[in-house]
């Protein structure tokens, strides 16, 4: 079992930053893909950043250029650094870790943390 704990989230004025860290509990190197994902209330969960176990990143389109998604593979943290926020990019935000291949491949998801951007 492996379990994501995410932190860093909170208040932030529009044009302000923030930045996630989601702690793994297992070696981070042995997932195929970490990933932080977004959902707002009553709609789907979102993918918002990849990085792939070889540092190869993907963004939304609606984040390109202003997060950043990173990775410590000593202490098994991924974070995603967050810039130029704008209100639109209040919601829950949670980190995702895929492991395992074939029939046992699962995905594991955190806690969420609330980010929210409002003057």
């Known amino acids: 079992q492996v379990q994501l704990v995410e932190s860093g989230g909170g208040l932030v004025q529009p044009g302000g930053s923030l930045n996630l860290s989601c702690a793994a509990s297992?070696?981070?190197?042995?997932?195929?893909?970490m990933a932080w994902y977004r959902q707002a209330p009553g709609k789907h969960r979102v993918l918002v950043a990849v990085i792939t176990k070889d540092g190869i990143t993907d963004y939304a389109d609606s984040v390109k250029g202003r997060f950043t998604i990173s990775r410590d593979n000593a202490k098994n943290t991924v974070y995603l650094q967050m810039s130029a926020l704008k209100p639109e990019d209040t919601t829950v935000y949670y980190c995702n870790a895929d492991y395992g291949s074939g029939p046992s491949r699962r995905l594991f998801w955190g806690q969420g943390t609330q980010v929210t951007v409002s003057s």
């Open positions: 297992v070696d981070i190197l042995k997932a195929n893909v």
